[in-house]
């Protein structure tokens, strides 16, 4: 038996140099860009990626595998902005490979010079150089970040706006209800609804679910009988109450009460 298993291993050997020698000789056809998610690509087409590709190694149709540096083209490929991921080879077939993985941008930033640029997820900037277009919150106000391409964004506004920015974009309710991001002067962030003349003041990053559940049963509760309009803004910084101000009167609020250890529903009484 070990005999045998030698002699598996040295023909697996002798396979395998076959094999790799065949894939170094072999001539490249052609070349395939696929672009992920497919069919929903924002910032890259087959005519950036092919001109990228292109400054790396040139026209790969015609020549031999063993002169396409992959590593190399690979590198260059991640270092685009709007590119998650990259992963190159050349099948068995002779088609050099080319998957994208782009990014998912979830909000527009206009800093205060004037520049515009996209987050991702994870905070990657991507200059707005795409002319489709993208239904993303729009975030302006006193950002001082400036557009570094590729880079992901600094600072502790940046990341209270990053953290709301997700927030809203993982829940389809919130991102159907908000259109607009605002940082204010103290570096509150503060969200424009798409319906009604009120902004909600959401402070920072922190503890998003429970501000955002006190301002549903605020719009359940508080603004279904009065409508949309009857305040200028409401404020759910506070984890303890959520204050509406009424245009051109006095705040109304409406206190919320803590949920104790034993997880009891939250319910706001009014003042």
Not at 66 to 87: C, F, G, M, S, T
Not at 92 to 102: M, N, Q
Not at 122 to 138: H, R
């Amino acid at each position: 038996m070990v005999a045998l298993l030698l002699v598996l291993l040295v023909a697996l050997a002798i396979f395998w140099s076959s094999i790799s020698k065949t894939a170094k000789n072999r001539l490249v056809e052609t070349m395939e860009i696929t672009i992920l998610p497919e069919g929903k690509a924002i910032f890259l087409n087959n005519n950036i990626l092919g001109d990228s590709i292109q400054s790396v190694i040139g026209n790969p149709t015609g020549r031999s595998a063993a002169d396409i540096n992959i590593q190399k083209l690979e590198a260059r490929l991640n270092k685009i902005p709007a590119v998650k991921k990259a992963e190159v080879y050349i099948a068995l077939d002779g088609v050099l490979k080319v998957k994208i993985e782009e990014r998912t941008p979830i909000v527009l930033v206009q800093n205060l010079r004037g520049e515009e640029f996209y987050l991702d997820t994870q905070g990657v900037m991507i200059p707005n150089s795409t002319p489709k277009f993208c239904d993303v919150l729009v975030a302006n106000g006193n950002i001082r970040n400036v557009m570094s391409s590729g880079k992901i964004i600094g600072g502790e506004t940046a990341r209270n706006l990053l953290a709301v920015a997700k927030f809203i974009a993982a829940d389809s309710l919130w991102n159907m209800q908000f259109q607009q991001l605002y940082v204010d002067n103290y570096n509150d962030v503060v969200l424009i609804p798409r319906v009604g003349k009120h902004s909600i003041v959401v402070g920072n990053g922190a503890n998003l679910p429970e501000k955002f559940g006190n301002l549903r049963l605020f719009y359940d509760q508080g603004l279904k009988s009065t409508g949309w309009d009857r305040y200028k803004s409401v404020d759910i910084s506070n984890l303890n109450q959520v204050v509406g101000t009424r245009s051109g009167q006095e705040s109304v609020q409406k206190a919320e009460e803590k949920s104790n250890k034993s997880n009891s529903q939250n319910s706001p009484r009014k003042q």
